[in-house]
């Protein structure tokens, strides 16, 4: 699609509305309820368990170049690094992509700044490793098994490697949590990692460890959004079979193509 | 522990040794396996066999040497079925390696079918990805223009093969032999636009993204790896890699499956052990 | 004036000038900024960096050429964006030279190691752009030869050794251990079978022609990647576009306040 | 000194030789990480970083750059203005002209959100709308139709994040989507299974064949 069709502008204006909608009204401090999401749950587990083994920690955000993937994957970098200076635990950011690779620097010191430990900040613990796939690969396994990492966190946008990088940890003997929208992928973090989310609930993911209003209010509106396209899709459905019904089903299907016509 | 239940605990080594061993062997003493072909192979099959005559048909290559043996096969297979049709073609690359190596298919199997560059294939030469969206917009509408120049630096207007290839319009088939799943934009921008068919060729992991715009039609059949590879080396009655490749490709499937039953055996039996 | 085929230095010289000039102007302009606007004028600029995509899609289109008044432009910004994007490359390369260089030069455990890094990175520069700027039989192939049996060989070892990662993962996780687990291993179980010959000959039995053939290996693979696995793709797929529009809406108007950078400007 | 490169058959069999030692070093991290493989992890990211610097070159700031500027397009000169603001990141002082190309990049990628989404998911919501019952229909289009749409309701039902899920009308269709969505993930991990094996036989391949030449 080229560009918008009157339905579709009116259909992603609706979405778009139902969430800022929701991020507005959290913010004036409507309370919120979200489900329990026990990978994410996992994380402070996994952090405690490096600190008291007194290992370092590892952290991927995948593969992808500066995406919307990959600054929820930052943010969540955010979060546990966060974590990760409050008990004093080093950790490791292996990146592949060199603006990536600056965010994630900063982010860090930040966190250890914040935490009052600026000291802990090891510079070197940020690392640029390859912006080739399988290179960056060979760099992670090299990480994991030479800093005999105890925990190991993969979030981001993953290609082929994340079974690489999963199974290394595994070998290795590191807890893992993983979360990636890349939905091939995740197949392979359910076998290989301790934790794996799924889905959109990589998304829920900051909302879920920050619990800040704004973050709270878009899961709920994306709960919405995600109704009006069940909605949509039910509609749908039933105006296919009364047409089926009616003068056929392949016919019915055409008609419907309003919806997207004309490309 | 006894014999069975030390199944749940096999050392990692010995199962990497044991797949080397049951990859290595097939290949050394070939053996035959019969191949069967599914619908999506079919249907990529009959579009091609259906692509009006006078149109030209455009191979994309995305893809390096890392899945060469999965999208290896699968250029070869297209280019013969092709050449065998006597329908004029076009090879796209956005990989360097990729380029080089449909070129130097394309050349070994023209001379077997007598087929020659230039007159009935040409290849557009390679163009960096990062300029796969802005020529997705541009060649649309002017073929020559947008991609300039062949292989070898001669100029598209020159080119026997392309009279009378103009536009979009002129082209009669997609076949995207991709590892890196960018199909995506190929349906938003050729498919969503000018209903050109496309046939997709991923590697098999990449291959279930494929059958979500399988089934919404936008894509007109599909070779899900080497595997699909070898179906159409069945459909063309010929014998490559892919057919080859089958024999080890089954023994590493058995021995993997042999593995979890053998897991399963094992934690079975260590369960009841706790139990009784 | 420089002209087109003026010596490339010159040209880099006057690039550099050039560079220095528009760079020193704007430099200058923009701390003519006063501090307490500064995140007011980074938000704006986000919120009008969003407006050139989103604008593009909303404008309808011209049917004959399916581009609108904005589309050239938005062309142009997605070149410029890559060759921006290009020279960021350097932040990576001098993380990277930093350090294997620290560990070289403190000779610390495996330094022999870093050593090698640099000269597989040299090397590689150095015959890329050999045959770049002076393309000969020689320095052709000597970029061939390393390309294919380096960077392209050892890309293709490590990609090949999930075959290996991916049967200890599955000898592990398909175990009988909980209902979701069972599930898995028989949908994996059957897609395994139904993709390679051994699995067809196992149902060979069953008719090829009629309803029943539907029950033949292949065909039930084939049938669970086309139905229920598409359709559950599906239903993910809309969850995660959802919570990525909803990532960008609150990008584009900046309302994840110091999500990504708290210091104070 | 340097003749011998220009001989094609000779600078193939060393490369195929490099090769070789090179995949079996890669290998040998599967028994144990070992100073073979450290080296050869190294060599591989140093080279791959040396090639990368090259192709940017080569591919990308080259022609769409370099050329455009000695073209007459001095406006491209903004691209290196823009692209230097990445290194303030590493001043104290002006650390915040860093933020205004960051900035801009996040609002970029934002605005592209719309486009993606559509461009995705409307021919996918448009393909969902599958009459369950018309003339026409075999007794198979309509039974995967129904439970097309019972797995993808399923599905979504379990990604709603806001509900509890205490009551049984709530609680059945979200844990029937996690386990359609673990049949699927089974199913998904199946059919990549041949395709990890299909490059590892490729990698046995050439080992065989072209190196030892015991391979047919």
């Known amino acids: ?263 | 522990m006894n014999f069975f239940e030390r199944l749940q605990h096999i050392d990692r080594r010995i199962m990497y040794l044991l797949l080397a061993l049951v990859i290595s062997a097939p290949l050394i003493w070939t053996i035959h396996q019969p191949v069967t072909v599914s619908p999506a192979v079919k249907k990529a099959y009959k579009t091609v066999e259906d692509m009006p005559a006078d149109k030209m048909a455009v191979i994309v290559i995305y893809w390096g040497s890392g899945t060469m043996a999965e999208t290896g096969p699968q250029t070869s297979a297209l280019i013969r079925h092709l050449f065998k049709l006597n329908k004029k073609f076009a090879i796209v690359a956005f990989d360097p390696q990729g380029s080089k190596f449909a070129y130097d298919s394309a050349i070994t199997i023209g001379d077997e079918l007598h087929k020659k560059y230039g007159v009935d294939w040409v290849h557009w030469g390679y163009k960096p990805p990062a300029n796969l969206l802005p020529l997705l917009q541009s060649f649309p509408r002017d073929v020559v223009k947008a991609m300039v120049a062949d292989i070898n630096g001669t100029p598209l207007a020159e080119v026997p093969a392309m009279k009378g290839i103009k536009t979009i319009r002129d082209i009669g088939l997609i076949a995207d032999v991709t590892s890196v799943g960018e199909l995506d934009a190929w349906i938003a921008y050729i498919y969503g636009s000018y209903k050109t068919p496309i046939v997709y060729c991923p590697t098999a992991v990449i291959a279930p993204e494929g059958y979500n715009p399988l089934d919404a039609g936008q894509i007109k059949g599909m070779l899900p790896g080497l595997q699909g590879a070898a179906a159409y080396e069945r459909l063309l009655h010929v014998e490559g890699f892919a057919t080859v490749a089958m024999g080890p490709l089954s023994a590493s499937h058995v021995l993997i499956i042999v593995l979890i039953i053998a897991g399963n055996i094992g934690y079975i039996s260590a369960r009841r052990r706790r139990g009784s | 004036m420089l002209k087109p085929d003026s010596p490339p230095f010159l040209w880099a010289l006057g690039i550099v000038g050039d560079f220095l000039i528009v760079g020193g102007i704007l430099f200058w302009v923009l701390n003519l900024i006063p501090g307490r606007f500064r995140k007011k004028f980074i938000v704006g600029l986000t919120f009008l960096a969003g407006l050139i995509y989103s604008v593009e899609f909303f404008i309808p289109a011209d049917p004959k050429t399916h581009m609108n008044v904005m589309t050239p432009f938005t062309q142009q910004v997605g070149e410029a964006l890559n060759v921006v994007y290009a020279f960021a490359l350097g932040l990576g390369v001098f993380n990277l030279i930093k350090f294997h260089g620290t560990n070289l030069m403190r000779k610390r455990t495996g330094w022999h190691n870093n050593l090698a890094f640099f000269i597989a990175f040299f090397l590689m520069m150095g015959v890329g752009f050999w045959q770049y700027a002076a393309p000969s039989k020689m320095s052709v192939n000597a970029f061939n030869m390393f390309f294919i049996s380096i960077v392209a060989a050892l890309g293709a070892s490590m990609f090949s050794t999930i075959g290996f990662f991916i049967i200890s993962a599955a000898y592990r996780a398909f175990r009988i251990r909980s209902g979701e687990a069972t599930l898995m291993l028989v949908a994996a179980f059957i897609v395994m079978l139904g993709q390679v010959p051994i699995g067809t000959f196992l149902t060979k039995g069953i008719p090829a022609e009629g309803w029943v053939s539907l029950f033949r290996l292949e065909n039930v693979s084939y049938w669970i990647l086309n139905q229920p696995n598409m359709a559950a793709q599906r239903g993910i797929y809309f969850g995660v576009e959802v919570g990525a529009l909803a990532m960008a809406l609150r990008t584009w108007l900046s309302l994840e306040r110091g999500s990504f950078f708290e210091r104070e400007l | 000194m340097f003749n011998w490169l220009a001989d094609v058959e000779l600078t193939k069999s060393i490369g195929i030789w490099i090769a070789a030692i090179g995949t079996l070093a890669i290998y040998s991290v599967l028994y144990k990480e070992n100073p073979a493989y450290r080296l050869a992890e190294h060599i591989f990211i140093g080279a791959a970083a040396g090639y990368g610097i090259y192709v940017t070159w080569a591919e990308l700031l080259k022609p769409n750059w370099w050329d455009r500027i000695v073209l007459g397009q001095w406006y491209w000169v903004f691209a290196l203005v823009a692209g230097a603001m990445f290194y303030f990141i590493y001043s104290q002082k002006y650390v915040w002209i860093s933020r205004i190309i960051f900035g801009t990049l996040l609002g970029l990628i934002a605005g592209l959100a719309f486009k993606g989404f559509a461009g995705i998911n409307i021919d996918r919501i448009h393909a969902s709308f599958k009459p369950i019952y018309g003339h026409g229909m075999t007794i198979s289009q309509v039974a995967n139709n129904i439970l097309f749409i019972i797995v993808l309701l399923a599905v979504m039902a379990y990604f709603f994040f806001s509900f509890e899920h205490r009551t049984p009308a709530r609680r059945i269709p979200s844990s029937m989507g996690r386990w359609f969505l673990m049949f699927a993930f089974g199913a998904m991990f199946g059919s990549t299974v041949m395709a990890r094996m299909s490059l590892l036989i490729g990698r046995m391949y050439f080992l065989l064949h072209d190196w030892l030449h015991v391979a047919h």
């Open chain 1, 1 to 263: 699609m080229d560009h918008a069709t009157l339905p579709v502008a009116v259909f992603l204006a609706i979405l778009s509305l139902l969430i800022l909608g929701k991020i507005f009204s959290a913010r004036r401090g409507k309370s919120l309820y979200i489900r329990k999401i026990p990978g994410l749950s996992a994380i402070d587990e996994a952090v405690g368990r490096a600190t008291e083994m007194g290992k370092p920690m590892m952290f991927s955000p995948g593969l992808d170049g500066l995406n919307l993937p990959t600054l929820q994957a930052l943010s969540i970098l955010k979060h546990i690094t966060r974590i990760a200076a409050k008990y004093r635990t080093r950790m490791i950011v292996a990146t592949a992509e060199p603006v990536v690779y600056t965010i994630a620097e900063e982010i860090s010191k930040e966190a250890y700044t914040n935490e009052g430990v600026p000291e802990q900040f090891n510079a070197e613990d940020v690392r640029f490793l390859s912006g080739d796939q399988f290179a960056y690969a060979s760099g992670c396994v090299g990480i994991l098994n030479r800093e005999k990492v105890a925990a190991s966190f993969m979030f981001g946008y993953f290609y082929a490697e994340s079974l690489i990088l999963a199974e290394t940890g595994h070998q290795v003997g590191a807890i893992q949590v993983a979360g990636t929208p890349a939905i091939v992928q995740i197949p392979f973090f359910i076998t290989a990692a301790d934790y794996t989310i799924i889905g959109d609930e990589f998304y829920a993911a900051s909302a879920y460890l920050s619990r800040e209003p704004t973050l709270l209010g878009s899961l709920v509106g994306q709960d919405y959004a995600k109704a009006v396209i069940v909605l949509t899709i039910l509609a749908g459905v039933v105006t296919a079979t009364l047409l089926g019904i009616h003068s056929g089903w392949e016919h019915s299907l055409n008609w419907l193509k309003w919806f997207t016509a004309p490309s």
